[in-house]
């Protein structure tokens, strides 16, 4: 079982830019994937960001294409999500999220269901 800690969120101006971390705890690094999942006020928790277990290949929801980055770093255990250009919709509860499915380990790309660990989540709120 991995455990993921959040940190980074908070309150930023539209058009700024906040780094989210998640450092993670058991296990090997590499051998699952992280990734970012939000939930908005009212909203269902969404696919942000995934990153492959050797940090290769990344995936991002359309919308934050282009203007967020996500990396990690095995030697610390610790994904990161880079957020530039922010809007007030993207103001949600980011959760980290790791997944020892092969696809997920392999491409960067998770899905909810397959998610084996869950971060508490931090906030972001971008102000118009």
């Known amino acids: 079982q991995v455990q993921l800690v959040e940190s980074g969120g908070g309150l930023v101006q539209a058009g700024g830019s906040l780094r989210l971390s998640c450092v993670a705890s058991g296990g090997t690094s590499s051998d699952y994937a992280l990734g970012w999942f939000r939930r908005a006020p009212g909203q269902e928790r969404q696919f942000v960001a995934g990153?492959?277990?050797?940090?290769?290949?990344?995936y991002y929801k359309d919308s934050v294409k282009g203007r967020f980055t996500i990396s990690r770093d095995n030697a610390k255990n610790t994904v990161y999500l880079q957020m530039s250009s922010l809007k007030p919709e993207d103001t949600a509860v980011y959760y980290c999220a790791a997944s020892f499915g092969t696809i997920a380990q392999t491409t960067g790309i998770l899905a909810a269901a397959a998610v084996d660990s869950w971060g508490h989540g931090t906030l972001v709120t971008v102000s118009s």
């Open positions: 990153v492959s277990g050797s940090g290769g290949r990344t």
